[in-house]
């Protein structure tokens, strides 16, 4: 079956860099997404990423491995704002999006 | 306005009720999709209409009934719900369905809760 993992929650400190990691199994694969979602609002679109390797936007990076089903999203220099979900989603063959349960990021002073 | 809109934003519906969810969208986008979001369970797509045609219907029981006039608006139907139906329900947009950098625009969603 086609399945995302991603952790449930994780903490980190202002300032600080922290790392959230995405697994995928698909039926084919056409690129991986990256969304932000504070809480009570809309998602909002972060990455896209379709080839091996390293993207920067800012202060915010995501990688991808196609050869190991991986993917993570590097925030560096956290900021309270940062405080939010991360959603996964990896899209098959069919370009269907599947979707991770999301991580909650909580950042602390 | 500009972006995904969605209302109301808070609603509470007896089992017996019926409501319905609007979404509009200021994008020029050709696609719309309803999605359920249930607390720490990924996005299940529920809908997906592509210039104005339904192109998915995820299995999702008779008792939600999407509607889609034109392709800036889109609504939701809801009739004899379930508790269980009770989670946020987001509106998306898209340039369109079926390709590969398809970023989807989300609405802020509209709370449902089923008494």
């Known amino acids: 079956g086609q399945n995302i993992d991603q952790p449930t929650e994780m903490t980190a400190t202002e300032g600080a860099i922290v790392q959230i990691n995405c697994t995928y199994q698909?039926?084919?694969?056409?690129?991986l997404f990256w969304y932000q979602q504070h809480a009570g609002e809309a998602p909002t679109f972060l990455s896209y990423n379709v080839l091996d390797g390293l993207e920067e936007k800012g202060r915010f990076s995501s990688f991808l491995s196609r050869s190991k089903g991986y993917s993570y999203l590097l925030l560096k220099e956290l900021q309270m704002k940062d405080s939010a979900s991360y959603l996964c989603?990896?899209?098959?063959?069919?370009?269907?999006?599947?979707w991770g349960a999301g991580t909650k990021l909580i950042i602390k002073p | 306005e500009t972006g995904v809109t969605q209302t109301p934003r808070h609603l509470v519906m007896g089992m017996t009720n019926k409501k319905s969810l609007k979404c509009e969208q200021h994008l020029g986008h050709n696609a719309m999709y309803w999605y359920k979001q249930s607390a720490k369970k990924p996005l299940e797509l529920m809908f997906v209409y592509n210039f104005k045609e339904q192109t998915e219907n995820n299995s999702v029981p008779s008792r939600f009934s999407p509607e889609c006039p034109n392709s800036s608006h889109l609504f939701l139907h809801l009739h004899t719900l379930q508790p269980e139906d009770s989670a946020l329900y987001l509106c998306a947009s898209s340039q369109d369905s079926g390709a590969g950098a398809n970023v989807l625009t989300f609405g802020a969603g509209s709370r449902l809760t089923v008494l």
């Open positions: 989603a990896s899209m098959d063959s069919n370009y269907q999006l599947i």
């Open positions: 698909t039926s084919g694969f056409n690129g």
